[in-house]
């Protein structure tokens, strides 16, 4: 198979994973469908153009992007640089500064595996009693919440939490297509603090799912928003995400800031 042929199958491959049909993609792209077909089954060559518009309007995350253009013989136009490079210098910056102007509210940090690159200080409450093994190989959100020595003993609420947990994490890896979220997906999922949950009925007197999370100073209620840079250019920042949680009720929000100020108070 040549590198054309490649790039007619990977493109065939998103197309089909966002549900287009040749004629719908070739008149959103301005290109004829006869010659969409073509490029789908390597007859035709794209342009180096062609590659990038096509997954722009298939919403083809940028690391896919650099993969369709290697695929049709180009070089990839997206670079992915640590996070630590001085590229990014004004990201980090940036991140510390959600991070610490969150407090005294948690909030983390994470790539596009949910492997948590930064977290405030208020987040060390996630952290407290968590063995080992729910933080191995490298913290992750998602094995820290569902994992039987993370936090899924303490989750008042764990089969809601997990129920939505686990749709997120299958429609993200859905939507990507990336085979590093269903191996998480699959690891997940047949944690014993997962298997065994009864499947949830939705409540009516919330408008959020909040986590309610045991605490020996008494249960705290949290929801969550999460954010992505806007325009990246950049791998490594496309893939990057800020959650960060608020309380659900005036105890929570009392609790965290006496949490706070006893931080303060012990510096």
């Known amino acids: 198979m040549d590198g054309t042929t490649g790039f007619g199958d990977l493109l065939r491959g998103w197309r089909e994973r966002r549900r287009r049909t040749q004629l719908d993609l070739s008149l959103a792209a301005g290109v004829s469908a006869r010659h969409l077909?073509?490029?789908?089954?390597?007859?035709?060559?794209?342009?180096?153009?062609?590659?990038?518009?096509?997954?722009?309007?298939?919403?083809?995350?940028?690391?896919?992007?650099?993969?369709?253009?290697?695929?049709?013989?180009?070089?990839?136009?997206y670079p992915r640089r640590d996070l630590d490079a001085p590229e990014l210098a004004q990201v980090r910056a940036a991140i510390d500064l959600v991070l610490r102007g969150h407090e005294p509210y948690p909030a983390i940090a994470v790539d596009r595996c949910w492997d948590v690159?930064?977290?405030?200080?208020?987040?060390?409450?996630?952290?407290?009693?968590?063995?080992?093994?729910?933080?191995?190989?490298?913290?992750?959100a998602y094995r820290l919440s569902l994992h039987p020595g993370g936090l899924a003993p303490r989750i008042v609420n764990l089969p809601e939490v997990a129920h939505h947990l686990l749709g997120r994490l299958r429609h993200d890896m859905e939507v990507s297509g990336d085979p590093d979220l269903a191996a998480l997906l699959d690891e997940v999922s047949g944690f014993p603090t997962v298997r065994s949950l009864p499947r949830p009925v939705p409540s009516r007197g919330e408008v959020v799912l909040p986590v309610r999370l045991r605490h020996p100073r008494g249960e705290l209620a949290l929801f969550t928003t999460v954010a992505t840079f806007g325009t990246p250019v950049d791998v490594t920042v496309a893939e990057l995400a800020l959650e960060t949680f608020f309380p659900a009720d005036e105890r929570t929000a009392s609790l965290l800031a006496r949490f706070a100020e006893e931080a303060d108070d012990a510096a």
Request: proline share 9%; aromatic share 4%.
């Open 37 to 77: 077909s073509f490029l789908e089954t390597g007859r035709s060559r794209p342009s180096r153009e062609m590659v990038l518009r096509l997954a722009e309007h298939l919403d083809v995350p940028l690391r896919e992007r650099n993969s369709l253009l290697t695929a049709a013989g180009f070089a990839p136009v």
């Open 117 to 140: 690159v930064g977290l405030n200080r208020a987040a060390g409450l996630f952290l407290d009693g968590v063995s080992p093994e729910a933080l191995s190989p490298a913290p992750n």
